[in-house]
């Protein structure tokens, strides 16, 4: 039985009408409004998580029932699924990652039947469910590597946390057993890989990235467009649009099989696409980039950007900064760092330029970048002699802090920004010209296009997003290109720009053609002013002075 430890008897009333509002606003409306509440009042982040937690213990108790059922389409997933996931990935967000491991293994050991997809046909749906808690568990296990964070680097895994992820383990072992020997698609691979580097089992678990052998010859023949740009990074020469691998760090941005996975990362390098950035927090996206880069019969033709990045209060030592780089190394296959971007949380903790000294001396660390680092402190690390050749920060139509400060101490010292959120989540496209507001916890939201959608609030209007699009669209329509195409290329002419980041949902959506349009031609002066006219009229000043400048959001 779960204990709910005693809190203090404190509480205020809430007002009948207030009352109401709660009871009667729909829960999407609901979910909105909170998310609000959250951006405005950050403070109000920690009681949310706790009454979370403590309303996730009260009734840890409840039984899951039946996950899986027959249906005339095959064996599909119940509502009991939905909620146990629902459940799971609650703890998970609440800081209770330990208790989402019985729902999850609950999840594997029923799964272990369903392998044979001739006996009992199973749905596409119940595919995707299965992906998806693939994605759940490489989110879970993420949360543990956090949970070992410690002043001194990381920690072992203590007599609590070893125990439910070695029972996990041995239920993902049985439940692949199962379906390899049926000769199907196995579908928590990318999970047991994680899991059994975690636990130093990695024995006998031969990945799908070995066991489909060399890609090599599924890229050959490349289809790299002709008018593929490029800048320079010392004696480095790279793409102006790197792949972005976030969406990989949760479910959320869906989900699929590894096998999926992989076959469109071999398309994204075939295509030019390959410069791929990620970091150490995003999932296995350093572990599948390096199985697959390492099976290339050149692996050096692509280029891996990571991040290290410090959250949490740590005390800097020569140790604790080579520890963190030999760990990129093992997970991405590899034993240099192409480029290795570091973020540090609090700027009080002047720790981070000891930080950076450490990590230039390290040979293994050939570029050094860093990520979400504001104006002032851009400067303060240069001005201490770290050669520093990137910044990652926010930039986009909607987003152009950087023009304010950064770009000029960019342009004076040749630091180049590699440009995230550029397409503001997708909202920069045609898919959105002429429709309403989005319904932001829809069935196809993301958590992308909750944040973009704030930041468009902020900038404007939906609107003069609108007025925006439009814009876009006749500027798209004249160059014969999409919306998106045009969005990047604004960041891209900013000469302190290096390369922008787009998202690559590997083996849910593909936009690989459609990108590349991005090269080979340039906004001219009707083009700037035209867009010019909108921006005008925004809030765009209001953005910085608000917002702070660039990384300031995440401090």
Same mark, same amino acid.
């Given at each position: 039985?779960?204990?709910?430890?005693?809190?203090?008897?404190?509480?205020?009333?809430?007002?009948?009408?207030?009352?109401?509002?709660?009871?009667? @606003?729909?829960?999407?409306?609901?979910? /909105? *409004?909170?998310?609000?509440?959250?951006? !405005?009042? $950050?403070?109000? =982040?920690? #009681?949310?998580?706790?009454?979370?937690?403590?309303?996730?213990?009260?009734?840890?108790?409840?039984?899951?029932?039946?996950?899986?059922?027959?249906?005339?389409?095959?064996?599909?997933?119940?509502?009991?699924?939905?909620?146990?996931?629902?459940?799971?990935?609650?703890?998970?967000?609440?800081?209770?990652?330990?208790?989402?491991?019985?729902? @999850?293994?609950?999840?594997?050991?029923? /799964? *272990?039947?369903?392998?044979?997809?001739? !006996?009992? $046909?199973?749905? =596409?749906? #119940?595919?995707?469910?299965?992906?998806?808690?693939?994605?759940?568990?490489?989110?879970?296990?993420?949360?543990?590597?956090?949970?070992?964070?410690?002043?001194?680097?990381?920690?072992?895994?203590?007599?609590?946390?070893?125990?439910?992820?070695?029972?996990?383990?041995?239920?993902?072992?049985?439940?692949?057993?199962?379906?390899?020997?049926?000769?199907?698609?196995?579908?928590?691979?990318?999970?047991?890989?994680?899991?059994?580097?975690?636990?130093?089992?990695?024995?006998?678990?031969?990945?799908?990235?070995?066991?489909?052998?060399?890609?090599?010859?599924?890229?050959?023949?490349?289809?790299?467009?002709?008018?593929?740009?490029?800048?320079?990074?010392?004696?480095?020469?790279?793409?102006?649009?790197?792949?972005?691998?976030?969406?990989?760090?949760?479910?959320?941005?869906?989900?699929?099989?590894?096998?999926?996975?992989?076959?469109?990362?071999?398309?994204?390098?075939?295509?030019?696409?390959?410069?791929?950035?990620?970091?150490?927090?995003?999932?296995?996206?350093?572990?599948?980039?390096?199985?697959?880069?390492?099976?290339?019969?050149?692996?050096?033709?692509?280029?891996?950007?990571?991040?290290?990045?410090?959250?949490?209060?740590?005390?800097?030592?020569?140790?604790?900064?080579?520890?963190?780089?030999?760990?990129?190394?093992?997970?991405?296959?590899?034993?240099?760092?192409?480029?290795?971007?570091?973020?540090?949380?609090?700027?009080?903790?002047?720790?981070?330029?000891?930080?950076?000294?450490?990590?230039?001396?390290?040979?293994?660390?050939?570029?050094?970048?860093?990520?979400?680092?504001?104006?002032?402190?851009?400067?303060?690390?240069?001005?201490?002699?770290?050669?520093?050749?990137?910044?990652?920060?926010?930039?986009?139509?909607?987003?152009?802090?950087?023009?304010?400060?950064?770009?000029?101490?960019?342009?004076?010292?040749?630091?180049?920004?590699?440009?995230?959120?550029?397409?503001?989540?997708?909202?920069?496209?045609?898919?959105?010209?002429?429709?309403?507001?989005?319904?932001?916890?829809?069935?196809?939201?993301?958590?992308?296009?909750?944040?973009?959608?704030?930041?468009?609030?902020?900038?404007?209007?939906?609107?003069?997003?609108?007025?925006?699009?439009?814009?876009?669209?006749?500027?798209?329509?004249?160059?014969?290109?999409?919306?998106?195409?045009?969005?990047?290329?604004?960041?891209?002419?900013?000469?302190?720009?290096?390369?922008?980041?787009?998202?690559?949902?590997?083996?849910?959506?593909?936009?690989?053609?459609?990108?590349?349009?991005?090269?080979?031609?340039?906004?001219?002066?009707?083009?700037?002013?035209?867009?010019?006219?909108?921006?005008?009229?925004?809030?765009?000043?209001?953005?910085?002075?608000?917002?702070?400048?660039?990384?300031?959001?995440?401090?």
């Amino acid at each position: 039985m779960a204990i709910i430890p005693r809190s203090k008897a404190r509480t205020a009333h809430v007002n009948m009408m207030t009352d109401t509002i709660i009871a009667n @606003l729909p829960a999407d409306a609901l979910r /909105s *409004v909170m998310r609000v509440i959250l951006t !405005t009042e $950050p403070s109000v =982040t920690s #009681i949310f998580e706790e009454q979370t937690r403590i309303y996730l213990r009260k009734t840890a108790n409840q039984p899951i029932g039946k996950l899986f059922q027959s249906t005339a389409e095959g064996v599909a997933s119940t509502t009991n699924f939905t909620w146990a996931q629902q459940r799971l990935r609650s703890a998970i967000g609440c800081g209770l990652v330990l208790e989402s491991f019985p729902i @999850l293994n609950k999840i594997v050991d029923d /799964s *272990v039947n369903l392998e044979d997809g001739h !006996t009992v $046909p199973r749905s =596409t749906e #119940i595919d995707r469910c299965l992906a998806s808690v693939d994605g759940d568990i490489v989110q879970a296990l993420t949360a543990v590597q956090k949970r070992l964070l410690s002043d001194s680097g990381s920690r072992d895994l203590n007599e609590e946390e070893k125990p439910v992820m070695d029972s996990l383990f041995d239920s993902l072992l049985r439940c692949r057993h199962r379906w390899l020997a049926s000769a199907q698609d196995f579908p928590f691979e990318r999970s047991t890989a994680v899991l059994a580097t975690m636990l130093g089992r990695e024995s006998g678990v031969q990945t799908l990235a070995y066991r489909n052998g060399s890609h090599q010859g599924q890229i050959t023949g490349r289809k790299t467009s002709t008018c593929l740009e490029t800048f320079r990074i010392k004696d480095i020469e790279l793409p102006k649009l790197f792949a972005g691998l976030w969406q990989l760090s949760s479910p959320s941005w869906g989900t699929a099989s590894q096998t999926q996975m992989l076959k469109q990362f071999v398309e994204y390098i075939a295509g030019g696409f390959i410069a791929f950035d990620m970091a150490d927090h995003y999932g296995d996206a350093e572990v599948i980039f390096g199985q697959l880069r390492s099976s290339l019969s050149d692996p050096k033709a692509v280029f891996g950007a990571t991040k290290y990045c410090v959250f949490h209060k740590i005390t800097v030592t020569p140790a604790v900064i080579r520890t963190n780089v030999t760990e990129r190394c093992q997970r991405m296959s590899a034993d240099k760092v192409d480029l290795l971007q570091f973020h540090w949380q609090d700027y009080n903790d002047h720790q981070y330029i000891e930080a950076l000294q450490l990590l230039q001396q390290d040979e293994r660390v050939q570029n050094l970048g860093l990520c979400n680092f504001d104006t002032a402190r851009l400067q303060e690390v240069i001005d201490n002699s770290i050669d520093v050749v990137t910044n990652q920060v926010q930039f986009s139509l909607i987003d152009a802090r950087p023009r304010f400060r950064m770009g000029e101490v960019c342009a004076r010292h040749n630091v180049k920004l590699l440009t995230y959120g550029t397409l503001c989540g997708g909202f920069l496209a045609e898919k959105w010209l002429g429709k309403p507001e989005p319904q932001l916890f829809g069935p196809d939201s993301t958590p992308s296009q909750r944040k973009y959608f704030e930041m468009i609030q902020i900038w404007g209007d939906w609107d003069l997003f609108q007025i925006l699009l439009q814009t876009l669209k006749a500027i798209a329509i004249k160059r014969n290109v999409c919306i998106s195409n045009v969005a990047a290329r604004w960041v891209l002419d900013f000469p302190y720009v290096g390369a922008v980041i787009i998202g690559a949902r590997m083996g849910v959506s593909e936009h690989t053609e459609e990108n590349l349009k991005t090269y080979g031609w340039k906004l001219d002066e009707e083009d700037q002013r035209s867009i010019e006219e909108v921006l005008e009229k925004s809030r765009r000043e209001e953005v910085f002075k608000v917002m702070g400048d660039c990384g300031s959001e995440y401090r």
